[in-house]
């Protein structure tokens, strides 16, 4: 930072010993989401078998959030349901081969659970029926012991044959949609292809059980988190929705697209990558209008290369204490510290193995043992450059955590069940038909929670 | 779901500066062996099953074993790689072997006009519009 203007990023290399200084006159945040902040459902090899790649980990939220960005929807997770443990896409059996779910008793909760979605109107009585009250309906199913909800792919293949009595043709038609089936996994998820072969399943014969994955951090594919920024100057009713430059965040010269800007869940990948275009041509102009070369102090560099390779200067000051280089009361290893940070937010802040349910006093439990994770944060060690990235990853997850609980805290409701359920505020409240954000200050490292008028575009 | 990678068939890609599955990998997993000169998966429970080091390892030395926590053994899931397709064999645990071919390119690489013969719509670096539009907008329901 140079005043009040982001004028570039710090960061390491894990191939060579270097550490890099990125100087900029503008910097655009697309970092991606985050994965691994909540317990998966699979924690052994499975653990790497996010439905979003593990290797994304909120670095741009923790960019924007230390930056001292105001962020928006920091409460909004996503819970994808999908082909269970492989997580392998539902949208083609659902849009494409027009597939029911059900649940064990061959009943399409979607039918039979539909009084429910009026509780939630006009949301839930609009068409299509958004992504999180269709996971609400399946959660109630699964509390009710209705359980294991299967994807009819099964009946969805006879009823497409239906039509077909030629037999040469029927035999043409199963070919094609038999490889259309495949083709959507080997695509895209290919564990979910395994995951058939290895369980012997042929879509067209039995049907496939589905399941809601763990939560995650996206902006898009129906997330919201992310930071606030700029809307487009052609279409923001007040100056409280534009500021400038088109994407930019709450800080000069930072803007943030796709994953890394919240409030705009309806992009998904064309979106994001259209988003990005625009925030680009705004970098840009901004770069024009601020030609002056921004200001690095070299002691700022100092310091920040010093906090960035402490994990190593940690592991190498104490690895001799202990035999064993991972069990030691000096330091903590990044693989621990994040599970520490998965149990709490699974059993605290409403993860899988909770039903995605949560209440205030369990919220202000998980944010104290936060406050411990993040003194214990000052310990993480690191034996290399590999460990050093796992490190810093796990900062950025925690910071991610941070706001979520924070912000799941403000918003005294329930908004979205079928990604988390308030259950001391069970319903949803026309007060809080508002954007919540949240931003935290670097000079005095406070949180300010700030609720946001919502102005209609259209 | 975690790569392996089968020692036989592993030359450590000596002829290159790094091995081909540490250069692909996008989560930093691939490690090489200097000692046995063999590359290996460092963190099978950090792997996403992306498929990237099957796909690039000139031996075809790596292959991928479905999670043991869920998966039953058994099944293989291997592509082939051409210049415009990709072949998949699917062997299942009952040993049936499924295989499927789609294209991964329709068009000759480099030969795609980013423009695609269209338009600059405005040289206005504060103009909402991009590269080729309104052109390819193909609608003029965006023009006032």
């Not at chain 1, 570039?8 to 697309?30: P, Q, T, W």
């Not at chain 1, 589905?210 to 902006?219: D, G, H, L, M, V």
């Not at chain 1, 069940?417 to 005095?444: I, L, Q, V």
């Amino acid at each position: 930072m140079d005043g009040d203007r982001c004028v570039g990023a710090a960061g390491f290399s894990v191939r060579e010993n270097k550490f890099y200084i990125f100087k900029a006159n503008a910097v655009l945040d697309v970092m991606g989401g985050a994965v691994h902040i909540f317990r998966p459902r699979s924690i052994g090899e499975g653990l790497g078998r996010s439905w979003y790649p593990p290797f994304n980990s909120g670095a741009s939220t923790y960019f924007t959030l230390k930056a001292g960005a105001e962020m928006t929807c920091q409460e909004v997770r996503f819970v994808p349901v999908r082909f269970k443990d492989s997580y392998g896409p539902v949208g083609a059996w659902f849009l494409l081969f027009k597939a029911k779910a059900t649940n064990a008793k061959g009943e399409d909760y979607m039918e039979t659970r539909a009084a429910e979605l009026e509780n939630w109107a006009p949301y839930g009585t609009s068409k299509p029926t958004p992504t999180n009250l269709r996971n609400y309906l399946m959660l109630q199913e699964l509390e009710a012991g209705n359980g294991p909800i299967y994807m009819k792919t099964d009946e969805a293949i006879k009823e497409l044959m239906a039509d077909i009595t030629d037999e040469k043709e029927a035999k043409r038609k199963m070919k094609e949609l038999e490889s259309e089936a495949w083709e959507d996994f080997l695509d895209m998820t290919i564990s979910q292809a395994l995951n058939w072969a290895s369980h012997n399943v042929s879509p067209e014969e039995t049907p496939s059980e589905i399941s809601a994955c763990e939560p995650y951090f996206i902006s898009s594919h129906s997330g919201a988190s992310g930071a606030w920024v700029s809307g487009p100057k052609d279409l923001s009713p007040s100056d409280d929705y534009h500021w400038g430059y088109d994407n930019m965040t709450t800080i000069k010269g930072l803007f943030a697209a796709g994953d890394a800007s919240g409030a705009s869940s309806h992009k998904f990948s064309s979106g994001s990558f259209t988003e990005g275009r625009i925030a680009a041509k705004a970098a840009l102009a901004f770069i024009v209008d601020n030609p002056d070369s921004a200001n690095i102090d070299n002691e700022k560099i100092k310091e920040l290369k010093e906090k960035i390779l402490q994990p190593l200067a940690t592991f190498e000051e104490h690895k001799d204490y202990a035999n064993d280089e991972d069990v030691n009361p000096n330091f903590i290893k990044p693989k621990m510290f994040m599970f520490r940070l998965q149990k709490i937010m699974d059993e605290y802040a409403g993860g899988a193995s909770v039903h995605f349910k949560t209440s205030k006093a369990l919220l202000e439990k998980g944010l104290e043992f936060l406050e411990f994770m993040k003194e214990d944060s000052e310990k993480l060690a690191a034996k290399d450059t590999n460990e050093l990235m796992r490190c810093w990853e796990n900062i950025h997850r925690l910071w991610q955590a941070e706001s979520h609980i924070r912000t799941m805290l403000f918003r005294e409701e329930t908004r979205w069940p079928g990604y988390y359920f308030r259950t001391d505020h069970p319903t949803m409240k026309e007060e809080w038909k508002a954007f919540a954000n949240c931003k935290w200050d670097p000079e005095t490292g406070e949180w300010e929670m700030i609720k946001r008028e919502i102005k209609e575009l259209t | 779901m975690p790569s392996f990678v089968i020692s036989e068939k592993c030359d450590g890609c000596k002829a290159l500066d790094k091995t081909a599955c540490q250069y692909i990998c996008p989560n930093d997993l691939m490690v090489l062996d200097k000692i046995k000169n063999k590359a290996y998966n460092r963190a099978v429970d950090m792997c996403w099953e992306c498929y990237s080091c099957v796909k690039i390892c000139p031996t075809q030395a790596i292959e991928i074993r479905g999670y043991a926590d869920f998966m039953p053994l058994g099944a293989v899931v291997q592509p082939l790689r051409s210049t415009d397709s990709i072949m998949w064999s699917v062997k299942f645990r009952n040993k049936k072997i499924k295989r499927f071919k789609f294209p991964i390119r329709t068009t000759p690489e480099g030969s795609i006009d980013p423009k695609s013969g269209m338009e600059t719509g405005t040289d206005d670096l504060k103009s909402p519009l991009l590269r080729t539009e309104p052109d390819s907008l193909g609608t003029d329901l965006f023009e006032k």
